[in-house]
């Protein structure tokens, strides 16, 4: 084992203690307005700056992907675009979850998948997946894309589809879980019989909280995702280290 | 009035169709039916049997026939040679009906005396030679059953004769000095066999949107038997010049009252014109003879009612005016702000002032406010609401900072009755220099007020559907105050404390980012007081690599980001780097500890 010097008699000089407000991600709220969220679980702040309406929105901490009007964009934190991708899709699924390289977006009206290659967005038709299927979440694993996608009887289903060539290169049931449902690292977010669920890796499933309709997810950072039923309170969901925590999310400003 | 060739009195047949080229008929449509729909005006015609005092109607067209214009003078009701006034009409004179035109009038019997009587109904056109006799119209004046009349030769058909229900011609009280009234004693005549109660069927009616009137109804009698008659007066009080109406209903029955106040332009107090804003922002003019209402307050809810006054000084006015003194008596009653008087106003100027009426206890209140030498008298009501008494209640007792906690409005019982109030939360921090914790929010509204309906049956108020109200506390020690408030109702508050605690951490990451360790804690301290932190590393064995724990005082850190412009309250996310000579990935955890001015809290942080 090699030695570890820690220079303790210069601390006092050599210490950085920086103090910062907690960020938790940017979200796109109800009412289609993407705002970055400060605080902490249970002590949400929204900040009074919007960064627009967007019809999609993905973020990690360190970019994100916004739609509007098909229009894609890859920004970062501080909404710099990088790059963009013009489609005529009006309902993209965008997921974002570490750095640049990690956006991909899901096309359902034209079955195709765009990723950003770290200089410019690539298109792969996929032909593979049913019509029968919708995806509602999708992620970057190499050079597949993983999608979770959603049958007609809403049984949920993961599959793996090549960057490359389109091709589905397997697929697998997910038991117990049912659709729509959403990746948050390891574990599945889902709703099922008004209930806010997760299925964690190993299989278990446990309620978080009630949801009486159905709900979208979107990524407000690598720790965060924000669940937005049809009706009611949209929540927002924390992960930390073996602790999921469950927030409301603050309406708009009304004032 | 054009000439008649032929005069009421001389002309004998009687039909409906004259030579003259008109037709009346008998018109029970309201003038909306077809020609061809009427029935012919009989040649004779007989009233059902009238009360004197009472009036019956029926409705009558006149068409023109013929292929020319025709231009009627008038209609008159004759009994061989003189006019019966017992028959009326409201066709109009001298106009002119245009070939197949026809014009829809009433024709009334109104008896003034017992017995039978009858009238020929004539219709005189200009340059005919004869007028046109359509009908003879008989009737009988019963005995009064409810008659009324009044006495006041200042007033007009005040004469002690029956007074004729009517619309079209008041009871004119004339010109009466803004400073002055006039009253007139009406006699209530019970004509009929049972008793009468003039609380009943007497009442005076104004304009629902100016409902302040200078007339005023005096005492009524108690029951009038039959046969008997009882008394009341109607004064009319001017306040200001304008021209006033009224209508005193009786027995279904309604009389007009007309009266204009007439002002000093000499400038004195009679001058004054004086009107007072209601709640709604009405105007209103202060009448002498009307109470000035300030509707109604809660009892015991210390929550007034207001009026604003504005006396002004006509600027037709000669001269200033001059008022010594504005005062306001009777329990309830009181003047707010400032008092003007004493002050002299001149011609074209105005003052203002506020009255004010707050009753402890339920009931009607009456007061007098005195401008001057002008007098006005005051009123108001105090009620309990009937909504049930409301409680505030929260879920987390105690409440803790980094809350999303829900309150509750609660009433003692179902209320009968559904109401509207508002919510509020208001936060007062309890750390020196700290104004407000931005995150401390109802959730639903991003904001410190929302509106919640309390439906009939209901034990709470709701909001959106939901009784149980999510709302944050924040990371800022400090009270939280919740007020609700219903109309007609007082104020409810509850005041919960968040004390002061120890530094709370949420999350963390311990990081090795060669050549740094890179410790994050993200937490809150609600009393804004962290100052010494201090690490102590421990191998991937747990054997302390820093026997002694690595101090700092972040005391200035912490200062400057919480008296800063931080926006999340006692939220903050520190960050501690730490450079290491050697392999920093044999470094397996962190123990942290936080101290602030509560006490210490520690965390761990694995790499």
């Given at each position: 084992?090699?030695?570890?010097?820690?220079?303790?008699?210069?601390t006092?000089?050599?210490?950085?203690?920086q103090?910062?407000?907690?960020?938790i991600g940017?979200?796109?709220l109800?009412?289609?307005?993407?705002?970055?969220?400060?605080?902490?679980?249970?002590?949400l702040?929204?900040?009074p700056?919007?960064?627009g309406?967007?019809d999609?929105?993905?973020?990690?901490?360190?970019?994100?992907?916004?739609?509007?009007?098909?229009?894609?964009?890859?920004?970062?934190?501080?909404?710099?675009?990088?790059g963009?991708?013009?489609?005529?899709?009006?309902?993209?699924?965008?997921?974002?979850?570490?750095g640049a390289?990690?956006?991909?977006?899901?096309?359902?009206?034209?079955?195709?998948?765009?990723?950003?290659?770290?200089?410019?967005f690539?298109?792969t038709?996929?032909?593979s997946?049913?019509?029968?299927?919708?995806?509602?979440?999708?992620?970057?694993?190499?050079?597949?894309?993983?999608?979770?996608l959603?049958?007609?009887?809403n049984?949920?289903?993961?599959?793996?589809?090549?960057?490359?060539?389109?091709?589905?290169?397997?697929?697998s049931?997910l038991?117990?879980?049912?659709?729509?449902?959403f990746?948050?690292?390891?574990?599945?977010?889902?709703?099922?019989?008004?209930?806010?669920?997760?299925?964690?890796a190993?299989?278990?499933?446990?309620s978080l909280?009630?949801?009486?309709?159905s709900?979208?997810?979107?990524?407000?950072?690598?720790?965060?995702?924000?669940?937005?039923?049809a009706?009611?309170?949209?929540l927002?969901?924390?992960?930390?280290?073996g602790?999921?925590?469950i927030?409301?999310?603050?309406?708009?400003?009304?004032? | 009035?054009?000439?008649?060739?032929?005069?009421?009195l001389?002309?004998?047949?009687?039909?409906?169709?004259?030579?003259?080229?008109?037709?009346?008929?008998?018109?029970?449509?309201?003038?909306?039916?077809t020609?061809?729909?009427?029935?012919?005006?009989?040649?004779?015609y007989?009233?059902?049997?009238?009360?004197?005092?009472?009036?019956?109607?029926i409705g009558?067209?006149?068409?023109?026939?013929?292929?020319?214009?025709?231009?009627?003078?008038q209609?008159?009701?004759?009994?061989?040679s003189?006019?019966?006034?017992?028959?009326?009409?409201?066709l109009?004179?001298?106009?002119?009906?245009?070939?197949?035109?026809?014009?829809?009038?009433?024709?009334?019997?109104?008896?003034?005396a017992?017995?039978?009587?009858?009238?020929?109904?004539?219709?005189?056109?200009?340059g005919?030679?004869?007028?046109?006799?359509?009908?003879?119209?008989q009737?009988?004046?019963?005995p009064?059953l409810?008659?009324?009349?009044?006495?006041?030769p200042?007033?007009a058909?005040?004469?002690?004769?029956?007074?004729?229900?009517?619309?079209?011609?008041?009871?004119?009280?004339?010109?009466?000095?803004?400073?002055?009234?006039?009253?007139?004693?009406?006699?209530?005549?019970?004509?009929?066999?049972?008793?009468?109660?003039?609380?009943?069927?007497?009442?005076?009616?104004?304009a629902?949107?100016?409902?302040?009137?200078g007339?005023?109804?005096?005492?009524?009698?108690?029951?009038?038997?039959?046969?008997?008659?009882?008394?009341?007066a109607?004064?009319?009080?001017?306040?200001?010049?304008?021209?006033?109406?009224?209508?005193?209903?009786?027995?279904?029955?309604?009389?007009?009252?007309?009266?204009t106040?007439?002002?000093?332009v000499?400038?004195?107090?009679?001058?004054?014109?004086?009107?007072?804003?209601?709640?709604?922002?009405?105007?209103?003019?202060?009448?002498a003879?009307?109470?000035?209402?300030?509707?109604?307050?809660?009892?015991?809810?210390?929550?007034?009612?207001?009026?604003?006054?504005?006396?002004?000084?006509?600027?037709?006015?000669?001269?200033?005016?001059?008022?010594?003194?504005?005062?306001v008596?009777g329990a309830?009653?009181a003047?707010?702000?400032?008092?003007?008087?004493?002050?002299?106003?001149?011609?074209?100027n105005?003052?203002?002032?506020?009255?004010?009426?707050?009753?402890?206890?339920?009931?009607?209140?009456t007061?007098?406010?005195?401008?001057?030498?002008?007098?006005?008298?005051?009123?108001?009501?105090?009620i309990?609401?009937?909504?049930?008494?409301a409680?505030?209640?929260v879920?987390?007792?105690?409440?803790?900072?980094?809350?999303?906690?829900?309150?509750?409005?609660?009433?003692?019982?179902?209320?009968?009755?559904?109401e509207i109030?508002?919510?509020?939360?208001?936060?007062?921090p309890s750390?020196?220099?700290?104004?407000?914790?931005?995150?401390?929010?109802?959730?639903?509204?991003?904001?410190?007020?929302?509106?919640?309906?309390?439906?009939?049956?209901a034990?709470t108020?709701?909001?959106?559907?939901?009784?149980?109200?999510?709302?944050?506390t924040?990371?800022?020690?400090?009270?939280?105050?919740?007020?609700?408030?219903?109309?007609?109702?007082?104020?409810?508050?509850?005041?919960?404390?968040?004390?002061?605690?120890?530094?709370?951490?949420?999350s963390?990451?311990?990081?090795?980012?060669?050549?740094?360790?890179?410790?994050t804690l993200?937490?809150?301290?609600?009393?804004?007081?962290?100052?010494?932190?201090?690490?102590?590393?421990?191998?991937s064995?747990?054997?302390?690599?820093?026997?002694?724990?690595?101090?700092?005082n972040?005391?200035s850190?912490?200062?400057?980001?919480?008296?800063?412009?931080?926006t999340?309250?006692?939220?903050?996310s520190?960050?501690?780097?730490?450079?290491?000579?050697?392999?920093?990935?044999?470094?397996?955890?962190?123990?942290?500890?936080?101290?602030?001015?509560?006490?210490?809290?520690s965390?761990?942080?694995?790499?």
């Open positions: 084992m090699k030695r570890i010097v820690l220079f303790l008699p210069l006092a000089l050599v210490l950085m203690a103090v910062n407000a907690p960020t940017i979200a796109r109800a009412d289609g307005n993407v705002r970055a969220l400060s605080g902490l679980p249970e002590n702040v929204l900040t700056h919007s960064f309406v967007f999609a929105a993905s973020f990690s901490d360190s970019a994100g992907l916004v739609a509007k009007n098909g229009l894609i964009q890859l920004v970062t934190p501080s909404f710099q675009v990088l963009e991708y013009a489609s005529a899709e009006q309902h993209p699924v965008l997921n974002v979850d570490s390289m990690s956006a991909i977006a899901w096309l359902p009206s034209s079955h195709s998948i765009v990723y950003w290659n770290g200089t410019q690539v298109t038709p996929v032909e997946v049913g019509q029968t299927f919708q995806a509602t979440a999708i992620r970057l694993k190499g050079n597949t894309a993983q999608m979770l959603t049958g007609t009887d049984a949920v289903f993961a599959a793996n589809i090549s960057l490359s060539s389109g091709e589905l290169v397997s697929i049931a038991p117990g879980i049912r659709g729509p449902a990746w948050q690292g390891t574990d599945v977010l889902f709703v099922s019989e008004n209930q806010l669920r997760v299925a964690a190993n299989g278990t499933i446990r909280a009630a949801m009486d309709s709900a979208s997810f979107a990524r407000a950072s690598s720790a965060w995702t924000v669940v937005t039923p009706a009611g309170r949209t927002a969901v924390h992960f930390g280290k602790d999921i925590n927030s409301e999310l603050p309406r708009e400003s009304t004032r | 009035m054009k000439l008649l060739v032929c005069g009421f001389l002309c004998a047949s009687v039909q409906a169709q004259s030579t003259l080229g008109l037709s009346v008929y008998l018109d029970n449509s309201g003038g909306q039916g020609v061809a729909q009427l029935q012919s005006f009989p040649s004779s007989a009233f059902q049997t009238t009360p004197v005092g009472s009036v019956t109607t009558v067209r006149v068409v023109n026939s013929s292929k020319s214009a025709i231009e009627i003078a209609i008159g009701f004759v009994s061989g003189n006019q019966n006034n017992s028959f009326s009409s409201d109009g004179v001298d106009f002119t009906l245009a070939p197949g035109a026809g014009q829809f009038f009433h024709v009334n019997f109104a008896p003034l017992t017995g039978a009587t009858s009238a020929t109904a004539q219709i005189g056109v200009v005919a030679s004869s007028v046109f006799s359509f009908s003879v119209l009737g009988s004046g019963s009064t409810i008659g009324l009349s009044c006495n006041n200042a007033v058909l005040c004469d002690g004769s029956i007074l004729q229900p009517s619309v079209a011609t008041p009871i004119n009280f004339g010109n009466v000095p803004t400073t002055s009234s006039e009253s007139a004693t009406f006699t209530l005549t019970n004509g009929g066999s049972n008793a009468i109660d003039p609380q009943q069927i007497v009442s005076l009616v104004t629902t949107n100016n409902p302040s009137t007339f005023s109804l005096g005492t009524l009698p108690a029951n009038i038997g039959a046969g008997s008659s009882g008394t009341f109607v004064t009319f009080s001017p306040g200001n010049t304008t021209p006033q109406k009224a209508t005193l209903m009786v027995a279904g029955n309604s009389f007009a009252l007309q009266g106040g007439t002002a000093s000499t400038g004195d107090i009679g001058s004054l014109t004086i009107v007072y804003t209601d709640s709604t922002g009405v105007n209103l003019a202060a009448q003879g009307s109470p000035i209402n300030f509707g109604t307050t809660v009892a015991g809810s210390g929550i007034s009612a207001s009026l604003l006054f504005t006396v002004t000084n006509p600027s037709t006015t000669i001269g200033p005016v001059s008022v010594p003194s504005i005062s008596s309830g009653f003047l707010t702000g400032t008092n003007p008087a004493p002050v002299s106003i001149q011609p074209g105005s003052i203002t002032f506020t009255a004010a009426f707050s009753g402890s206890t339920t009931g009607t209140y007061g007098t406010l005195l401008i001057g030498s002008r007098s006005f008298s005051l009123t108001g009501q105090s309990v609401s009937l909504l049930p008494t409680s505030i209640t879920d987390h007792n105690p409440l803790l900072s980094q809350q999303q906690a829900h309150v509750t409005v609660n009433l003692a019982s179902a209320t009968p009755t559904a109030g508002m919510l509020t939360m208001q936060f007062t750390v020196a220099n700290v104004t407000d914790d931005p995150a401390i929010q109802f959730v639903a509204t991003n904001g410190r007020q929302l509106q919640v309906t309390a439906a009939t049956g034990t108020a709701n909001y959106a559907g939901q009784s149980a109200i999510t709302f944050q924040g990371t800022t020690a400090g009270t939280i105050q919740f007020t609700v408030q219903f109309p007609n109702q007082p104020p409810v508050t509850q005041s919960f404390t968040i004390t002061p605690a120890q530094v709370q951490i949420t963390g990451t311990a990081v090795w980012q060669a050549p740094n360790l890179v410790v993200n937490g809150f301290d609600n009393s804004y007081s962290t100052g010494q932190l201090s690490f102590v590393f421990y191998d064995t747990g054997k302390v690599l820093t026997p002694t724990a690595i101090s700092v972040a005391t850190a912490f200062h400057q980001y919480f008296f800063g412009e931080t999340t309250g006692g939220a903050f520190v960050q501690a780097s730490f450079p290491v000579s050697g392999d920093g990935t044999q470094v397996g955890s962190v123990a942290v500890t936080l101290t602030n001015s509560v006490g210490q809290t965390s761990t942080q694995v790499f």
